[in-house]
């Protein structure tokens, strides 16, 4: 596998940062996150090794859903900077070798949207039906509401034109209409525009709806996706869109595009989340490995992306409610830790009850599972949530930069910056720089492996039986080179003996600390795990060097 392929196809082992630009860095010192402020910081990112930054929504916004909902998709949040100071910040990016990536929030906009303004004007607007009305709706099944908190329905009556509008989030929020082609057009238009200014693509806003809740019915709803897509690769070969599609695996490979590949590139693995969430509650490896098993093959050219936390509540919908209540029960036991009835409001370190050792083999675990790691910022330090903020903005707090914050120089900040153990004289970047044990050390050496040995992204894994429910393994294997991963969830050590057909004689070298374990001739191998350990190894025939063993040097 050369580099000059794994480089073109980027995506298929890059690491992805989202950050929010009003939480990261304030430039100008407002209290609020800016443009300016991120691209001084930029130098911090690509030293972390990420190679693509996320950007939650940065559009003009009466922000109700903190920018999810939006008023302009051209132009920027006056509050964030101008467009000049987005186009310097690509640049900035770009320079240190960063791609960038935004979310495209076209499910739908916000109520305040000139869109929405002349839609609701009556029935008879030109742009009635760039939104979804109806006389009659069908009666709500409250599965359909995502936010309980706030809604009992999914229709909203306007008194002034005598329709119900459809919103799938809040009220605020009604479901722009794909069934119709100017609505498709504009949505191309807006791809475009921020193309031309430099993205390598978008994370995309709540797929499903998007294409489903629509009038009329599109005749095949995943035309729009390969649409949208075509568009991109003939405008700028290589972008991406990179998907937030929360559905059961069996019903994930149409957004693909199924064998193609043609729709979504990237779709977040939600199951292997919730799965990994319940095996760290269990100390067992086995929810996570029957996921991986049952896990769908990307198409070629696509890939799965892996993320433990997010920007919103820990969703764990998919489980049954009596796994539910069990992560409920580890890692969130209060019920304003809880949200939606069905998520946490909290990040991981606070979860993991601040503990190093077990924090550190969770992110091992995440940059070593098969496909493209996502990380929330701030979780490269290890900062913990503040649960004093509204609902999902509890993990969306400033940067913490410094030991006093450092996010801005006024007091006054956009989110108050907790307290407590997870405050910044205690989690902190400047602290954890000077300090090779951190966290953030632990994070740079993580990405450097992961780019190391491709393997891990692009190669076909085997989840690995050990016979002990504690220990989750797994091998990858791509072109004759192989990476052999071990986790073990729970805290007492644990020695295991793993088997590993076809490598008989290898020598495995630890890619983390020092240490090589020898494969007998039967193909079996002895490994010490620690309390929470985590190994990666390289296997290597005794008469190659292990760097050279590695597919990246074929
Ligand atoms: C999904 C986003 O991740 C979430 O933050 C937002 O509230 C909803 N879509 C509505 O836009």
Not at 128 to 156: A, C, G, H, N
Not at 340 to 353: E, K, N
Not at 424 to 436: E, G, I, S
Not at 439 to 462: D, H, K, N, V
């Amino acid at each position: 596998m050369r580099l000059t392929y794994t480089s073109d196809v980027w995506w298929k082992n890059a690491v992805v940062y989202c950050l929010d630009v009003e939480t990261f860095k304030d430039g100008n010192g407002d209290g609020v996150g800016d443009f300016r402020g991120l691209t001084q910081q930029i130098d911090y990112l690509a030293g972390l090794g990420v190679t693509c930054l996320w950007l939650m929504p940065f559009f003009p916004t009466p922000n109700r859903d903190d920018g999810y909902d939006i008023t302009d998709f051209y132009s920027i949040d006056p509050r964030l900077g101008t467009l000049g100071d987005f186009v310097e910040f690509m640049r900035t990016a770009n320079d240190r070798g960063l791609r960038v990536i935004a979310d495209l929030v076209v499910n739908h906009t916000s109520d305040q949207h000139p869109w929405f303004k002349e839609s609701r004007k009556s029935k008879d607007s030109p742009m009635r039906d760039w939104y979804v009305w109806s006389d009659t709706p069908e009666p709500d099944d409250p599965k359909q509401v995502v936010f309980p908190d706030k809604e009992d329905s999914i229709w909203q009556y306007d008194k002034g034109s005598g329709q119900y509008y459809l919103h799938s989030f809040y009220r605020h929020q009604p479901d722009l209409n794909v069934g119709n082609p100017e609505v498709r057009d504009e949505i191309t238009r807006i791809l475009g525009f921020w193309m031309e200014l430099g993205l390598s693509g978008f994370r995309v806003d709540a797929v499903p709806f998007l294409i489903e809740n629509v009038s009329p019915k599109l005749a095949d709803p995943h035309e729009f996706l390969a649409d949208l897509r075509a568009f991109m690769t003939r405008r700028k070969g290589g972008s991406i869109l990179l998907g937030e599609v929360n559905v059961p695996y069996k019903e994930l490979l149409r957004y693909f595009g199924e064998g193609l590949g043609d729709q979504i590139t990237m779709c977040f693995d939600f199951i292997g989340m919730q799965s990994s969430w319940l095996s760290f509650a269990r100390n067992s490896a086995r929810p996570l490995m029957d996921a991986l098993r049952e896990r769908p093959r990307a198409p070629k050219d696509c890939q799965w992306a892996m993320f433990l936390r997010n920007h919103d509540e820990l969703t764990l919908d998919k489980l049954t409610d009596a796994e539910r209540q069990e992560v409920f029960e580890a890692f969130g036991p209060r019920k304003d830790m809880q949200i939606f009835g069905r998520g946490l409001r909290r990040r991981l370190p606070t979860m993991f009850g601040g503990d190093l050792r077990r924090i550190k083999m969770a992110y091992s675990l995440l940059f070593s599972l098969p496909g493209t790691p996502v990380v929330f910022y701030g979780e490269e330090i290890g900062m913990g949530e503040n649960l004093d903020e509204e609902g999902r903005m509890a993990v969306r707090i400033p940067m913490q930069w410094s030991e006093d914050g450092g996010f801005s120089q006024t007091e006054d900040t956009v989110r108050e910056i907790p307290e407590g153990s997870f405050a910044p004289d205690r989690v902190n970047v400047a602290d954890q720089k000077r300090d090779t044990d951190s966290l953030l050390r632990w994070f740079q050496l993580l990405i450097e492996r992961y780019r190391e040995c491709p393997e891990l992204a692009w190669g076909q894994y085997t989840v690995l039986d050990t016979g002990d429910d504690a220990i989750f393994s797994h091998r990858c294997d791509a072109d004759g080179a192989t990476v052999v991963v071990a986790h073990n969830l729970c805290d007492t050590a644990k020695d295991v003996e793993l088997r590993l057909d076809g490598l008989e004689h290898c020598d495995l070298t630890d890619l983390l600390v020092d240490g090589t374990i020898k494969v007998s001739a039967d193909g079996t191998a002895k490994l010490a795990l620690g309390p929470h350990g985590c190994r990666w190894l390289r296997a290597s025939p005794p008469e190659l060097p292990p760097e050279d063993a590695s597919v990246m040097s074929q």
